[in-house]
């Protein structure tokens, strides 16, 4: 490390980045805004109490495609509490590993009829934060590596659910679309691909209704047609010399390690690359894990249309999940977008992990 750089020397280690021109920083404070659709509170298994799976689970790295509304078939309760709807959670876990002989809770989801939202099988909550990958779950054959599955507690039949829980299926359901890039239109009942009652013939018949309630949420418009996740582990995506280490030191990771390195005055970025196809706005997210000691000043540079931008991105908190750099006009191509530089001028590890590239 050599000392503190000012400001323009960080400014000039974007010029040294690539080719064009630096533009000034950007402040993050000032970046675009953040996402349109606000997750609702997701317990984690960890937060209600799950047992541990009894073996292990299989998380994949392709993204789910749709998302598969059930009934639990069970009791129409009164009881709306947080402590109840854990313990049902539980009580679904009992029936799914000790009943089925299952592994761990079958669906990715559970919303109690009080409007709480809980994490089902292990493992989903942290693939829908990421927005790619998923825990492969046992909620519908054919369906369970493609398919996000909600539990709502209740029974359908003939009752109609509580509108706590409904309005936070919409919620829920918009956040989901969000996060994986899945069209509205893409909800589907248990009954659409097996032959069961589920999820009951009352919230069956609303499936028209929370679809376009979900595309509402969404602002009216239906995910953007692209959409991009580059990890440090991306095949020939990503590209940073052996000064940049290999760590899974932190748990906020996006997927199995990240890249690091000391800060330094040189042209030692680290590079995302991803397929442009076509000159247009787009929305540029970084990942990182947050750690006390990580560097507070790391340049992330954008290879826009109309030169570099930098943006400082304090990396020793709000890990663990995407922060927006901004909005950037790109030019088409396959090619460097995204650099992660060590010309910083504060001290602590710069990080490579993965960025979100999604067109606006
Ligand atoms: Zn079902």
Redesign the pocket.
Known sequence: MTGHLSRRDVMRGAVLLGVGTATGGLSLAGAAPALAVESPTIASCATWGARNPSSPLNVISSSPDKILI??TASANVSDTSLSYAYSFARTVQGWHMDGNGWADSGQHFTISRGGHVMEGRHNSLSRLRAGSGMVVGA??PGQNDKAIGI?NEGTYTSATPPAVLYNKLVQFCAYICEQYNIAPTRIYG?RDYVA?A??GDVLYAKLPQLRSDVAAALGGTTPPAFSVVVDNITAGRFTASANWLTSSYSAERYGADYRYANPQAISDAAYYKANIPAEGNYRIEAWYPGIAGYNTATPYVVLAKGGNQTVIVDQSTGGGAWKTLGTFTLTAGDKDVVGVSRWSSATGYVIADAVRITRV
Do not use: F, G
Request: glycine share 0%.
């Open positions: 059930h009934h909620h519908c539990e248990h069961t589920c999820p």
